[in-house]
């Protein structure tokens, strides 16, 4: 088979293709004339009794879940019921709880609690110079082990 080399200059130049006279005048109207002339209706909704019941268990139903789901908030006791407890009262449960003063000392209430000198200096004066020394040698040995 013999290879036949196409040369541009050889080709025909005419288009192919040919548009009706005034077509692109008359394309709206084509196109608005398959359109439905009347618009489309709306669903309307027949609210019968059976929908309003059921619109109004499903709101009870719901008001139910979130009255039971959503707990109480508990507002702050305040001052008087606390006082009225014993400092002994609150060392025999931390006792029991086997809660220590470096565990409490890691609350950010403790730590405020101690953000003035005359408050450290109230707890301090009442505790025996003996068992301060203990407890500094305790913390300076367990922060020498770290």
Do not use: C
């Amino acid at each position: 088979m013999e290879k036949k080399r196409i040369r541009l200059e050889d080709l025909k130049r005419e288009v192919p293709f040919s548009v009706p006279e005034d077509y692109f005048d008359k394309l709206p109207q084509i196109i608005q004339s398959r359109i439905p002339a009347e618009p489309a209706r709306r669903p309307v909704l027949d609210w019968s009794w059976q929908r309003w019941t059921g619109l109004v268990s499903a709101m009870a139903l719901i008001l139910v879940l979130v009255w039971v789901t959503v707990p109480e908030r508990q507002g702050s006791l305040g001052q008087e019921p606390l006082s009225n407890v014993s400092n002994a009262s609150i060392i025999n449960y931390l006792e029991e709880e086997n809660i220590s003063y470096y565990d409490l000392s890691e609350h950010k209430v403790v730590q405020k609690a101690f953000d003035t000198d005359s408050t450290v200096l109230y707890y301090l004066d009442g505790l025996d110079d003996e068992f301060l020394r203990q407890q500094l040698q305790e913390t300076v040995s367990a922060q020498e082990t770290i």
